[in-house]
Structures are given as C-alpha cells and as structure tokens.
C-alpha cells in the first residue's frame, strides 16, 4: 500500500493507492441507487460528505491494477 499526503496551497490531498486484486470502479459506481454494488456504497457515502464541505474524492480500478482512491478537502472553512 502506498499513501501521499500533500498539504499545500488551500487543499489538503491524499492518496491511497495498492498494487492488489481491483475492481471494475466504473461499473461499481454507476446505476441507481439501488443497484450499487455493496462494497462501493461506503466510497459513495464518504464521496457525498467530501462534496457537502467543498472537497472530492475518486477512484481508478481495475480488476488486475489494484485500487487507487484520490481525495481532496479545502484547508478553509469556506464551504462552497
């Protein structure tokens, strides 16, 4: 596993990345909400609350790639 923290500027960004068995990140995220593949419904949870005070989040996978799941929040207390 690998994580970055980079806090910088008016953003604080992370990364976690791991070398392990991925998924197809695209097909977990899409449809409606009562089609969402179970293990993503926690990183669409925590991708809405990032949202709510300004930040983002995403994830790239693949099913041999591992999983890499990119978040930024704003360092102020300015919600957009």
């Given at each position: 596993?690998?994580?970055?923290?980079?806090?910088?500027?008016?953003?604080?960004?992370?990364?976690?990345?791991?070398?392990?068995?991925?998924?197809?990140a695209q097909?977990?995220?899409?449809?409606?909400?009562?089609?969402?593949?179970?293990?993503?419904?926690?990183?669409?949870?925590?991708?809405?609350?990032?949202?709510?005070?300004?930040?983002?989040?995403?994830?790239?996978s693949g099913?041999?790639?591992g999983t890499?799941?990119?978040?930024?929040?704003?360092?102020?207390?300015?919600?957009?």
């Amino acid at each position: 596993i690998f994580i970055r923290l980079d806090i910088s500027n008016d953003r604080v960004k992370v990364d976690v990345e791991d070398n392990g068995r991925g998924f197809d990140a695209q097909a977990a995220f899409t449809g409606d909400e009562t089609h969402v593949e179970p293990r993503a419904q926690s990183i669409i949870t925590l991708r809405e609350k990032f949202e709510l005070v300004g930040g983002s989040l995403s994830v790239t996978s693949g099913e041999t790639d591992g999983t890499r799941v990119h978040m930024e929040l704003p360092t102020s207390d300015d919600v957009m």
